[in-house]
């Protein structure tokens, strides 16, 4: 078995719903990498060009995330600083929540309580 066939590609799948309120949802999944991430990065400042907006990024679809990927969420991260906007992330697969961890995003992205609790096995 070669590496390219160990390595499932899924494209990345973006949608953003608007939702009653300040919330703008934006669902992510597949693969989110160097070739990918230019589409997240436009979704995500588009999704916070008004101001009074709050981003949830939800990451429960998304199977592989590399460096560029990750410099895509944390666009958005700063983009919603300098808005006001609040930013946050819910639905991380585990593999993905452990990239936060190395890199110390964990430290600095917020995330939605419910699914850190259930990474945790707090959840009630």
Same mark, same amino acid.
């Given at each position: 078995?070669? &590496?390219?066939?160990?390595?499932?590609?899924?494209?990345?799948?973006?949608?953003?719903?608007?939702?009653?309120?300040?919330?703008? &949802?934006?669902?992510?999944?597949?693969?989110?990498? %160097?070739?990918?991430?230019?589409?997240?990065?436009?979704?995500?400042?588009?999704?916070?060009?008004?101001?009074? *907006?709050? &981003?949830?990024?939800?990451?429960?679809?998304?199977?592989?995330?590399?460096?560029?990927?990750?410099?895509?969420?944390?666009?958005?991260?700063?983009?919603? #600083?300098?808005?006001? *906007?609040? %930013?946050?992330? #819910?639905?991380?697969?585990?593999?993905? *929540?452990?990239? =936060?961890?190395?890199?110390?995003?964990?430290?600095?992205?917020? =995330?939605?309580?419910?699914?850190?609790?259930? #990474?945790?096995?707090?959840?009630?």
């Amino acid at each position: 078995m070669t &590496v390219s066939d160990e390595h499932d590609t899924a494209p990345l799948r973006i949608s953003v719903e608007r939702g009653p309120g300040r919330a703008t &949802v934006v669902r992510v999944g597949g693969e989110l990498d %160097y070739v990918t991430a230019g589409d997240l990065r436009a979704a995500l400042l588009e999704a916070l060009t008004d101001a009074s *907006a709050d &981003v949830v990024l939800d990451l429960a679809e998304l199977r592989f995330l590399d460096s560029s990927g990750m410099g895509a969420i944390v666009s958005g991260w700063q983009r919603a #600083r300098v808005t006001g *906007a609040r %930013y946050v992330v #819910r639905g991380t697969p585990d593999v993905i *929540a452990e990239q =936060f961890e190395m890199t110390g995003l964990s430290q600095v992205l917020t =995330f939605d309580e419910d699914t850190r609790a259930e #990474r945790d096995g707090s959840a009630a």
